[in-house]
């Protein structure tokens, strides 16, 4: 799922990455006196990655180079995390174990595999919103049976709609932990709608995942090469960023370390992008190539030449940080390219019957949530 965040000015992009640099290069302290520290402060709670900052910081002893009460602001919300993720954790293992009991091996997913044994990021750190397995089509009912069965339920506010509709979404409604510690997502497909299917497909990624057995219970990893391409997908054309110019500093950096690893270094990118470009998304890649030399100053892999749309994205990305103007205008416009886009779908949802349940839903709960707000 997408966290929205505010955008910020490029100084406070520059500053953070080179702060949470996966490679810890980066050396000298920035001035306190001279530093906005509320102001990059919010930037980390925004873009989902102050408890990041706090623990890689930590580790590097370089905690001084903080504001006292940064430090400390910075420190609750690891706890915090860190006892969420706890939590997250358990609810992974018990999920896992319930499909096993069924004879499902889940494939872990996006940030599911920071919880996993093994991971080089500290799992006090990572920012999860929810876990999502990949399970396939033909294993859903079974599975949405057995966590029926367990004691999982709909969270509260979420959308209505059979649970095991196989032409609704990507995955089956989220479905809660009896203890309301988390909640799963079962996917069919990998990707949204929005990525070609064909670029990604879950049955790729299970056949080519390994085996892990963590604590009696057993689920799949992706391989490497297949983890960063998700990344990209999910990061540039699911949630957007490509065209709106909207940037998850979590999901680049999670990016960022995933080309850290050394394995990393021996992967093929040229015939990673050639699959894409056939399918029209090569461009995702590169992009996440682009802003991590830029954030991260990693070299672009070799053989990896950027396109000129590629090039003009990560462009423009900038000089709208530069240019707060320019950045509110192109904003404006391309929030009515979207407003645009579901108008002329209108038509199409009016004769689906399913349609009005959801938006009747959806405008009952923004009430409720306005509503709620108007009384505070």
């Known amino acids: 799922m997408t966290q929205a965040h505010p955008e ?36 980390t709670t925004g873009h989902l990655v102050a408890p990041t900052l706090y623990a890689t910081l930590a580790a590097r002893d370089r905690l001084g ?26 609810v992974l293992h018990e999920t896992t174990a319930t499909l096993n009991a069924v004879g499902i091996r ?13 991971q080089p990021e500290d799992q006090a750190a990572r920012v999860l919103s929810d876990l999502d397995l990949g399970i396939g089509e033909a294993n859903l009912p079974t599975a949405i049976a057995a966590l029926r069965d367990a004691g999982y339920r709909r ?24 203890s309301g510690a988390g909640y799963v997502e079962l996917h069919r497909h990998t990707l949204s709608a929005a990525v070609p299917a064909a670029a990604l497909p879950l049955a790729s990624l299970a ?38 110019d909207r940037r998850s500093l979590r999901q680049l950096l999670d990016f960022a370390r995933l080309r850290g690893l050394p394995e990393a270094a021996a992967l093929d990118w040229p015939a990673l992008l050639t ?15 682009l802003a ?40 404006w416009q391309w929030r009515t390219r979207v407003l645009a886009g579901r108008l002329a779908n209108l038509p199409k949802r009016l004769v689906t019957p399913s349609w009005y349940p959801a938006k009747f839903f959806y405008l009952r709960q923004a009430w409720r949530t306005k509503h709620r707000g108007a009384q505070h």
């Open 8 to 43: 910020a000015s490029a100084w406070r992009w520059l500053t953070l990455a080179r702060l949470l640099d996966p490679d810890g290069r980066f050396d000298t302290p920035p001035s306190i006196a001279d530093t906005d520290w509320l102001g990059l402060y919010r930037f």
């Open 65 to 90: 180079w903080l504001p006292g009460e940064v430090a400390e602001a910075l420190e609750g919300l690891h706890l915090l995390n860190a006892a969420r993720n706890r939590g997250l954790s358990q």
């Open 106 to 118: 889940p494939i872990a997913l996006k940030g599911a595999v920071a919880l996993l044994p093994g």
């Open 155 to 178: 969270p509260a506010g979420c959308y209505p709609g059979p649970e095991a509709d196989t032409t609704a979404h990507h995955h089956a409604p989220p479905l809660m932990h009896p």
């Open 207 to 244: 056949a080519a995942a390994t085996t892990l057995t963590w604590d009696g219970v057993q689920l799949r990893l992706p391989t490497l090469a297949h983890r960063l391409i998700h990344n990209s997908l999910h990061h540039q054309i699911s949630d957007r960023a490509l065209l709106s």
């Open 275 to 289: 699959p894409l470009d056939a399918l029209g998304v090569g461009d995702a890649l590169r992009l996440d190539l």
């Open 292 to 331: 991590t030399r830029t954030l991260f100053d990693q070299p672009l892999p070799v053989g990896v030449v950027p396109t000129p749309a590629a090039l003009a994205a990560e462009g423009r990305f900038w000089l709208r940080r530069a240019q707060p103007r320019l950045d509110r205008l192109l904003d």
